[in-house]
């Protein structure tokens, strides 16, 4: 399995100028873990995961510490303040390398490119799903890639 076929395509990215408010928005609601930063020209210059935005956005609670409220550290307004490297494979990438390439690793969704430019993710999640197909998808599937052939010499 390669990574064309369960990457999630078109990507969505933020620039690294963006609010951090826009990036929380945008993964808030389309249920993302992470977020490529682009530039101008839509190459991976950084990547935002949820788990670095949330524990910079989230102030430790006063009640649970010997600390006065107010008195945190400073909060960073612009994705580039606080975004890593870029993670990033390309589509012709085998899922197994890459699966065993991730564990342990600190990205777990990984920015796809194309001659230097974005044009999807993939994470586990991507993989878990290609490897579950119902039996209505696996039908769907199997028609389609024999939709040339003649259907009513065979059934599925």
């Given at each position: 399995?390669?990574?064309r076929e369960i990457m999630s395509a078109p ?57 006065h409220p107010g008195s945190g550290r400073p909060i960073a307004s612009a994705v ?77």
């Open positions: 399995m390669l990574v990507a969505v990215s933020v620039r690294p100028e963006a609010e951090l408010e826009e990036a929380l928005q945008i993964m808030a609601e389309r249920r993302i873990s992470a977020l490529p930063v682009v530039d101008e020209s839509h190459a991976v210059v950084g990547t935002l995961a949820e788990v670095v935005l949330v524990r910079h956005l989230l102030e430790p609670d006063w009640r649970a510490h010997e600390i580039r303040e606080i975004m890593h490297a870029p993670a990033t494979t390309t589509e012709s990438t085998d899922v197994n390398e890459l699966m065993g390439s991730l564990a342990g690793e600190a990205h777990q969704t990984l920015a796809v490119v194309r001659k230097g430019r974005l044009v999807g993710v993939v994470s586990p999640g991507d993989v878990l799903r290609a490897l579950w197909l119902d039996d209505q998808d696996l039908i769907g599937d199997v028609r389609s890639a024999f939709h040339d052939y003649d259907q009513d010499q065979w059934d599925i």
